[in-house]
């Protein structure tokens, strides 16, 4: 700005010089005409003069001391108005330190946890320097904070009441697992009963998926909680059960590693989804193929598709999409048809710390790479030895007599080494029976069901007990009187009366009467 | 807010005291069950074998690398001859799933399935046929 002062060098002349001047002017004009005018006009001039001369010098003095005052004026105005500029100037920095620094604290500090009074009270708690804050930006402070804290309120029961409609789901759902599994077991012998049961169960289990996405997004935990640690062949197959075409899914070389029981649910439900995603983006005829190897920072669960590429744009929307997630999603942004999947995904990552990340694969489709961390893994065994099944109940020999320690022999099978082209059956086919045509008739061993079978047998027995005549239990029918048969020993006695070459008629005679042994005739016989 | 509680068709005998009740937020339960859903152990399915409880199941070769955990499982209990009833038993799987199980085995000719010899009023002719020779042939 210009400065309108007067240069501090000039020095405030005595108003007796400034005077002097008109004064001397004054004095010489009356003296020049008192002595230009005739005599008796002199002392009139004369006086007229001085009377002018006074006057002159008096609006003289008068306005120097205006002037003087005037600038004076002048430089308080100059004063003030720079200070006003100062303080436009400093207010306006501080308006914006208020923007970018006071009010984001406060904010941050309403989001953890405390009311808006509490942070207006509290406000030199974070920086001394906010305690001198003028009374204005304070209102303003507050009626921000109320503004927030309102709107956050808001949206967080509307998801509160999200997350408490997906617990109630994911209980039911919970209840109806734990039922649909007794009643398998309960109806385990009944095949078409089972299948069925089976279909519900599968899609119980998809309803139950969606109700755990429902959940994450909302902020909440996943649904169950596994108090042992679980095999990560078992935390695959448990993520299979739960999309809709598991069948497309082939698990590959797993790492043989345990997955502590807490991170169980987040592991399953995140490989879930990148399984459901696999095989929802590739040709429904495809496999989709599931590997896990150990690496340093943990376990990297592969999931590969053979489905379309991913385009760099695809791609970066899709790892957009998984950032977003990690940054915490609002259940708004998800839009019209919601792709839940990703956002599932992004959530459990950054809340478990794990990591994924989306490539092309070289077989032309999607690569997804889920990275467990070891914090996930455990060393404990887990409850069942073979991935969860079975080896836990094979009979024991804890108690019982310790035998003598062998050398573990290795294991061979219990049937001998034949082709699989040899039957191992009896069904060696003999010909009992002939057509009229003369050729062999053969009888399949088991024409009859087992379960007819079964059942013949159970009502033979029940027959039996009730004392009901059976083929068994009939009489024989009288034995034809026997026809006499030779002593064992009299053969012997034959053979040698033979051999004496000394012919015994009668023994020759008892022998021819005899019918001749047919060795044909015993097979009739059980016809 | 969860529908009544089933009971057991068939309980078991441990199960006479009554079931803690699971906690309705749906934590706790029985953890004890793995993860993994029945329709996934048993595979795709489809036609079974006719295989009854006391079929008896023999190992004919070792478990392929590519056999599930189940099977190999199966193929180790079956070194020698148990019934299907034992393996659904000691597997923990109901006896649907083991057929199922089995029967893909049976076609990869990884285990042979002996029946069971029912006892009949009328004895089998083709049995005593098969005795008769095996006497002979003695």
């Given amino acids: 700005m210009v400065s309108v002062q007067s240069p501090p060098g000039r020095r405030e002349l005595p108003y007796a010089r400034v005077l002097l001047l008109p004064a001397i002017l004054m004095a010489a004009a009356t003296g020049a005409a008192a002595a230009a005018v005739s005599e008796p006009a002199r002392t009139a001039v004369g006086w007229c003069g001085g009377v002018a001369m006074l006057l002159v010098l008096a609006t003289a003095a008068e306005a120097v001391r205006r002037g003087r005052a005037l600038r004076d004026l002048r430089a308080e105005h100059a004063r003030h108005t720079a200070y006003l500029e100062r303080r436009v100037a400093s207010h306006e920095a501080e308006m914006l330190r208020f923007a970018k620094e006071i009010v984001p604290n406060a904010i941050y500090r309403l989001r953890s946890g405390n009311s808006p009074g509490e942070v207006i009270r509290r406000i030199g708690d974070i920086d001394p320097s906010y305690r001198e804050l003028p009374e204005s930006q304070l209102k303003v402070l507050q009626t921000v904070l109320e503004i927030i804290d309102r709107e956050e309120a808001l949206r967080d029961s509307a998801q509160r009441s999200f997350v408490s409609i997906a617990r109630r789901v994911q209980a039911i759902v919970h209840q109806q697992n734990n039922e649909l599994r007794e009643m398998e077991e309960d109806h385990g012998r009944n095949p ?5 049961l089976l279909r519900i169960d599968h899609g119980t289990a998809l309803i ?31 993520g299979m059960s739960r999309i809709l075409e598991y069948r497309r899914i082939k698990l590959d070389s797993i790492a043989q590693v345990n997955i502590r029981g807490i991170s169980v649910e987040p592991v399953i439900h995140a490989v879930a989804e990148l399984m459901d995603n696999a095989t929802r983006y590739s040709p429904p005829q495809t496999k989709v193929h599931v590997t896990a190897t150990e690496v340093q920072t943990g376990v990297a ?19 957009g999409m998984l950032e977003r997630a990690k940054a ?15 956002a599932v995904v992004g959530r459990l990552c950054s809340q478990f710390n794990m990591q994924v990340s989306l490539r092309s694969s070289a077989y032309g489709g999607v690569r997804a790479v889920l990275i467990v961390p070891r914090e996930m893994m455990t060393e404990e065994p887990a409850p069942g030895l073979a991935h969860g099944i079975g080896a836990g109940a094979v009979p024991k020999t804890e108690g019982a007599l310790e035998g003598p320690k062998r ?10 080494r034949i082709p699989a082209t040899v039957s191992m059956t009896d069904e060696v086919p003999e010909v009992t029976e002939w057509t009229a045509g003369g050729l062999p008739q053969r009888r399949s061993r088991v024409k009859i069901p087992l379960s007819q079978r079964l059942a013949e047998q159970a009502a033979a027995e029940k027959a039996e007990r009730e004392g009901k005549p059976s083929i068994w239990s009939t009489p024989a029918p009288a034995p034809e009187p026997e026809q006499k048969e030779p002593e064992p020993g009299l053969w012997v006695e034959a053979f040698w009366n033979g051999l004496k070459g000394d012919p015994d008629p009668a023994a020759l005679t008892q022998q021819t009467t005899e019918p001749a042994r047919i060795e044909a005739d015993d097979e009739r016989d059980h016809k | 807010m969860t529908p009544p509680q089933r009971r057991r068709r068939y ?44 079929t008896l199941i023999v190992a004919r070769a070792d478990p392929p690398p590519s056999a599930t955990p189940e099977q190999t499982a199966m193929l180790r209990l079956t070194t020698a001859p148990l019934s299907v009833a034992e393996l659904s038993a000691y597997l923990n799987l109901p006896f649907s799933v083991v057929t199922v199980l ?30 008769m020779h095996g006497l002979q042939r003695l």
Avoid: C, H
């Avoid at chain 1, 997004?217 to 062949?233: K, N």
């Avoid at chain 2, 002996?114 to 005795?131: F, G, N, Y």
């Fill in chain 1, 301 to 319: 669960v592969e999931i590969e598709d053979a489905g379309v590429s991913f385009s760099e744009e695809a791609r970066n929307k899709a790892e």
């Fill in chain 1, 208 to 238: 139950g998926r969606l109700a755990d996405s429902i959940s994450v997004l909302g902020g909440g935990r996943p649904g169950r909680q596994w108090p042992d640690p679980v095999p990560l062949y078992s935390v695959l197959r448990g």
């Fill in chain 1, 192 to 196: 078409e009963v089972f299948d069925d």
């Fill in chain 2, 11 to 54: 309980p078991s005998q441990e199960a006479v005291e009554p079931v803690p009740k699971p906690t309705p937020e749906g934590e706790g339960g029985d953890g004890k069950r793995p993860p993994e859903r029945l329709y996934v152990v048993a595979g795709p399915d489809g036609e079974r074998a006719d295989l009854d409880l006391v």
């Fill in chain 2, 102 to 131: 089995l029967t893909e085995m049976l076609t990869a000719e990884l285990v042979q399935a002996r029946a069971p010899i029912v006892r009949q009023a009328l004895p089998d002719r083709s049995l005593l046929e098969a005795v």
């Fill in chain 1, 407 to 416: 050398a573990p022999k290795r294991r061979r099978p219990t049937s001998p």
């Fill in chain 1, 328 to 342: 915490g999603v609002d259940l708004q942004d998800l839009g019209d048809a919601p792709r839940l999947g990703l």
